[in-house]
């Protein structure tokens, strides 16, 4: 079991430039979840999907916020266009179902410039 | 859900003491769950006590639930230097999947 990968580990950009991380949940699991961590909010959720299906989006900041589930085993975070105050680390998290553990990959730690 | 507030913010300890840290909540919960964060790291997911439980063992982690006060609380029993983390506990509401996260409480662990 590899886990929840997250691509990639570390991104620097400019402002107004695209970003796009990347995300490969658990293999099994059908539901996954985008989290932002920051000092000054702590860990928020931005959306959770559950069978690829997106089911509460309503922690996305904005229209420049979107996330996508293709397949069971790919999902993408997509800031477009991206400013300073999106620096943070993103998390992809998965899980079996409701009320079950969430498992997290690593994160994806963006720096806006 | 509003976030849950754990207590203390940051905690430092010598290896062999036990820990204990606390966790209050607003809605009705279906569960409640705490993880481990070490520093440059995903979450790791501990222990999860479900709503009609009020105490749960792992190792050398105890958990205890008390719905009518909305907290829960996390002891380490025995540390080491290696539980050196920051600890958060998370809610996950009856009405569906959200699991919203506490702000974490800073443990360190004094060899």
């Known amino acids: 079991d590899a886990g929840v990968i997250q691509s990639p580990r570390h991104e620097v950009t400019e402002m107004g430039q695209e970003v796009t991380l990347r995300c490969k949940p658990i293999?099994?699991?059908?539901?996954l979840f985008w989290y932002r961590q920051t000092m000054m909010r702590g860990l928020e959720l931005l959306i959770y999907?559950?069978?690829?299906?997106?089911?509460?989006d309503s922690g996305m900041p904005e229209d420049r916020f979107s996330a996508k589930m293709p397949n069971a085993s790919f999902s993408t975070l997509k800031i477009q266009p991206s400013e300073p105050r999106d620096s943070a680390v993103y998390f992809c998290?998965?899980?079996?179902?409701?009320?079950?553990?969430?498992?997290f990959g690593n994160g994806t730690r963006l720096t806006v410039t | 859900s509003q976030q849950g507030e754990e207590d203390p913010q940051a905690l430092s300890i010598q290896e062999g003491e036990n820990a204990t840290m606390n966790c209050s909540y607003k809605?009705?919960?279906?569960?409640l769950q705490w993880y481990r964060q070490n520093s440059g790291r995903g979450l790791v997911h501990l222990i999860l006590?479900?709503?009609?439980?009020r105490e749960k063992h792992s190792g050398r982690l105890r958990v205890t639930l008390d719905t009518s006060k909305k907290s829960s609380s996390l002891l380490i029993t025995a540390s080491r230097a290696a539980d050196t983390a920051s600890y958060f506990c998370?809610?996950?509401?009856?009405?569906?999947?959200?699991?919203?996260f506490g702000e974490g409480t800073q443990l360190t662990v004094n060899p």
């Open positions: 998290a998965s899980s079996t179902g409701y009320y079950s553990p969430l498992h």
């Open positions: 293999s099994g699991h059908n539901s």
């Open positions: 998370a809610d996950q509401e009856t009405s569906g999947s959200r699991l919203t």
């Open positions: 006590i479900r709503s009609n439980e």
């Open positions: 809605t009705s919960i279906n569960n």
């Open positions: 999907f559950n069978n690829n299906v997106p089911i509460d």
